[in-house]
């Protein structure tokens, strides 16, 4: 796969992923992906740790729900940017959020330089993955995966989740009308 191609999201690739999307929500625009971001910032900020893969297209809206997210942490949103050459970004005074970017990854091996694991380990810490789909077994077997799709001025978001993560996904969908 070269550095540009975008493989196509298939969740029954990720162990322990529901197969079908916990929750789909048709946002409109960025205002409503920077508010999706912060529901799920403020649900996963209270469970204390996690972790949560972005899929989709360039200029689908994934650095902007992480900016959502940030402000659901209590978390400055304008200190979030993409990771795609740093890879990874760390946010908050304690490192409570992880943000780090695969796209310029090509293989498994190459996560171990951005000490991946060890990020995913580390306990009270919100790790959230970009182009988690470049490589699947990244993937640590429980958390939330959203997929984003433009859509004319908008966006679809789907969310999918492990067993685990399943009631924090429909949560965050319970509060559809005030995200759209």
């Avoid at 695969?102 to 009270?124: K, V």
């Avoid at 001025?153 to 319970?174: N, P, T």
Wanted: aromatic share 8%; glycine share 10%; charged share 25%.
């Amino acid at each position: 796969m070269t550095i540009r191609e975008r493989p196509r999201f298939e969740p029954g690739e990720y162990p322990n992923l529901i197969a079908t999307p916990v929750v789909e929500l048709d946002l409109d625009g960025e205002p409503a992906t920077l508010t999706l971001g912060r529901v799920l910032g403020g649900a996963l900020r209270q469970r204390g740790e996690g972790f949560l893969g972005l899929v989709g297209d360039l200029g689908a809206g994934k650095t902007t729900l992480i900016k959502g997210l940030a402000e659901g942490m209590d978390i400055a949103p304008d200190a979030v940017s993409s990771p795609t050459y740093a890879l990874v970004q760390e946010y908050g005074s304690e490192a409570e959020l992880v943000h780090m970017d695969l796209y310029r990854l090509e293989h498994y091996d190459d996560l171990e330089s951005l000490a991946y694991w060890d990020y995913i380990d580390r306990p009270e810490t919100l790790v959230c993955v970009e182009w988690l789909d470049r490589i699947p077994h990244a993937w640590p077997g429980q958390g939330v995966i959203v997929e984003l799709e433009r859509r004319g001025e908008g966006r679809q978001a789907r969310l999918y989740a492990s067993e685990a993560y399943a009631a924090l996904a429909k949560h965050v969908g319970s509060q559809r009308y005030d995200i759209t």
